[in-house]
């Protein structure tokens, strides 16, 4: 099976895209927020390879062609921001402070939690950037020497448990405030959060997208003071 699908630049595309499809309408039929769009295509894809005995490197030697499309779809993102650029303006000073605390906290829980478990310093470096996009969390865990497979990991695994819990999270803390919603999406779990806010709302959306940025550009500032610390 391997060796047959080794030279298709299709299967990795063509399934990943028909999962996500079904997945999609499960999620809107079934409504739960366990049904995950990107939960369940993961899950599903996962499931395949191992029925038929498909190694990785042979689904992503054409699925890697999708990630391309990932710095031109977090671009676009700046759309939303864009049409509530008045709703930034009034709320700068709590977005940026919420922004930062956000980040603070994440680097506060990594520090802690590595520290606690006694990873190696290639470890501790992979999980600091786990909370920012991929394209910009392989970069900072490349600087900092960490294993870029286990970035990508908890990049992966961080944004899908933040789309999946956030709806519910934000209904037991009672938080109503699409301005706070969005930030918290964002800072929390970069776009596949923000996927989740932009369902919530056109301004959950906006925040987060500029969540994405700032977020981004604040830990690749503190990432080596972080490194230092815990190191």
């Known amino acids: 099976m391997n060796e047959m699908l080794s030279e ?5 595309i063509v399934i990943s895209l028909i999962f996500y499809w079904i997945s999609l309408t499960i999620s809107k039929k079934v409504k739960l927020t ?16 191992v029925i038929f005995r498909i190694d990785y490197d042979t689904y992503n030697y054409g699925a890697q062609y999708l990630t391309y499309f990932l710095t ?11 049409r509530q650029i008045e709703v ?15 980040c603070i906290t994440n680097a506060v829980v990594i520090g802690i939690l590595t520290i606690s478990f006694k990873f190696s310093p290639e470890l501790k470096a992979a999980l600091i950037p786990k909370s920012l996009t991929t394209a910009i969390a392989i970069g900072v865990s490349e600087e900092l020497g ?12 961080t944004g899908i448990l933040g789309a999946t819990i956030a709806s519910g999270l934000f209904k037991l803390l009672k938080i ?4 706070a919603q969005g930030l918290a999406c964002g ?15 056109e301004i959950q959306g906006a925040m987060s997208s500029l969540a994405i940025v700032v977020t981004g550009i604040i830990t690749v ?11």
């Open 34 to 49: 366990i049904c995950n769009p990107l939960l369940l295509s993961a899950v599903f894809i996962v499931i395949v390879l």
């Open 176 to 179: 109503e405030e699409p301005v």
């Open 8 to 12: 298709s630049v299709y299967f990795g």
């Open 88 to 102: 930034l303006k009034k709320n700068v000073s709590a977005i940026m402070l919420s922004i930062g605390a956000g």
């Open 72 to 82: 031109p779809a977090t671009v676009c993102l700046a759309v939303p921001l864009y």
């Open 187 to 201: 800072t929390a779990s970069h776009a596949i959060g923000t996927s989740k806010a932009i369902e919530l709302g």
């Open 221 to 231: 500032v503190i990432a080596p003071l972080i490194m230092n610390l815990i190191s």
């Open 146 to 157: 960490g294993l870029t497979s286990v970035t990508v990991m908890s990049v992966v695994i």
